[in-house]
């Protein structure tokens, strides 16, 4: 059971938008820097987001982050094939002292 | 441009000990915390050990404490993992990575470690 929930899977056609939530709580989420990855197949994690919202170099603008309150959202617009992958969220939890990870959620191109 | 480069994995019976290192290169090692996160395979991301600046102050995740020591050695620009009494559930891709703010900046490709008998 992650301290991070995410859905475990969405999809959408190509060139839609998808959206993946990252729900977790005032330790967490709610007073802490959220960062995305992506891990397509076989590959090594990516850095996709950090500090919430920012993207780092060579990240395209196609990939954005916001969080409100306790939940964070990644948002995939003109989704490609080449987008098909997991994806986490991940923070620092304070109550723990520990970072944590959501459990991924799959992303599907129809 | 920063490079990780992890070593050291490799197949260890249960109760065994491995010592992973990630050495850095293309950065200022000294100024940045350093993060281990593992993924066991199929599975998801799992944080498991961070060290600040100096070596002063680590954490770990609860699944690892008294088990896995992090420590580094700035003058090699090398981070490091000892790895005691390890468990099956230990077999991973250990990742090693630049953290900021609670989160992996830069990756390693990643060592695995097979705990089996």
């Known amino acids: 059971q992650s301290v991070l929930t995410q859905p475990p899977s969405v999809s959408a056609a190509p060139g839609q938008k998808v959206t993946i939530s990252c729900s977790g709580s005032s330790s967490n989420v709610g007073n802490q820097y959220v960062a995305w990855y992506q891990q397509l197949p076989g590959t090594v994690p990516k850095t996709l987001i950090f500090e919430n919202n920012k993207r780092p170099s060579g990240i395209p603008d196609r990939f954005s982050g916001s969080k409100s309150g306790t939940s964070a959202t990644l948002a995939i617009t003109g989704l490609q094939t080449g987008d098909e992958a997991d994806y986490y969220c991940?923070?620092?939890?304070?109550?723990?002292?520990?970072?944590?990870f959501g459990s991924g959620t799959k992303v599907t191109v129809l | 441009e920063v490079q990780l480069v992890e070593s050291g994995g490799g197949l260890v019976q249960p109760g065994g000990s491995l010592r992973l290192s990630c050495a850095a290169s293309g950065f200022t090692f000294s100024n940045y915390w350093m993060i281990w996160v593992r993924q066991a395979p199929g599975k998801g991301l799992v944080w498991v050990s961070r060290i600040n600046t100096d070596g002063s102050a680590t954490e770990y995740a609860d699944s690892v404490k008294g088990r896995l020591t992090i420590s580094r050695d700035n003058a090699k620009n090398t981070l490091h993992l000892q790895m005691n009494s390890l468990r099956a559930e230990d077999t991973a891709i250990y990742y090693c990575g630049t953290e900021n703010w609670g989160s992996v900046a830069s990756w390693g490709q990643g060592t695995l470690v097979t705990v089996s008998s």
């Open positions: 991940g923070t620092w939890d304070s109550s723990l002292s520990a970072g944590v």
